[in-house]
């Protein structure tokens, strides 16, 4: 097990902070991506998901029941991997503690994070049919019904057509929910914690697992060791819950101030 702290002070590169703490969020949500293999809704979500993330792929472990994790460049990813602890000390100074069982990896990670390349995700592609999405979609559920066998063909090619439309968008909706969560512990670290409970800073901050359950994305995240558990789902209604929050509820801070930013 390689361990080791990192300091890093913008405090005098304040316009560089939020750039430097949305790619390592970035990267700690790579890195906890899972889902369970026997759920086959779950696996397609995941592989969509990671279909638009550039230089990310699946792989298979086994625990109790077979897993599917990232490899992201050239690391793969299981829950022991890597365990990265956030904690801004005071504004626009942030330590963080890596854990890993691969030895080269928290240089990997410093360099990833450090330097001025990015984390392209929400890149658009997906496994088929990708000259056919566009940014705003519209689908007609309706289909008429036809005898002719190569208007029925037509008809069924279609709907797979249109099936994978909304699944697309459906993966850019929790791209979108996910830069909303991201944007939101940003903020709640710039906040002064003189008199205000929300602010994270001087707290711990640890993602624990991302998990993808169905269509929705499960992040759990522990605030000073207390969990909280956010739950991402691709709908114009409710698109964002907690499932477990502390005393503070900050649980229902980061939600509320997500659903506040929403635009859709």
Partial sequence: MTIEEIRYDFTEYAEHFRNFFSKTLRLIIISKLNCQETNKTSVKYLKEIVNNIQGCKTHRVKYGKPMIFTKFLHYEFTYQTIKVTIKITDKYIVDILLES????????????????????????????????????????????????????????????DKEELIIQSE???????????????????????????????????????????????????????????????????????????????IGNTIKQIILQNKNF
């Fill in 101 to 160: 069982i691969i030895p080269d990896f928290v240089r990997f990670f410093d360099e990833l994070s450090s330097d001025t390349k990015t984390i392209k995700w929400n890149t658009g592609n997906s496994t088929h049919n990708n000259n056919k999405l566009q940014e705003n979609i519209t689908v007609n559920h309706e289909i008429s019904s036809t005898t002719d066998s190569t208007g029925k063909e037509q008809k069924e090619s279609e709907l797979g």
């Fill in 171 to 249: 993966i850019k909706t929790i791209f979108y929910l996910l830069e909303l969560f991201i944007e939101t512990l940003y903020y709640l670290t710039t906040i002064s914690p003189n008199g205000n409970k929300d602010s994270l800073i001087g707290k711990t901050i640890v993602i624990k697992d991302v998990s993808v359950i169905r269509k929705n994305i499960n992040i759990e995240i522990l605030i000073d060791e207390k969990m909280v558990i956010i739950n991402l789902a691709p709908k114009k209604n409710n698109p964002v819950s907690v499932v477990l929050d502390t005393e503070d509820m």
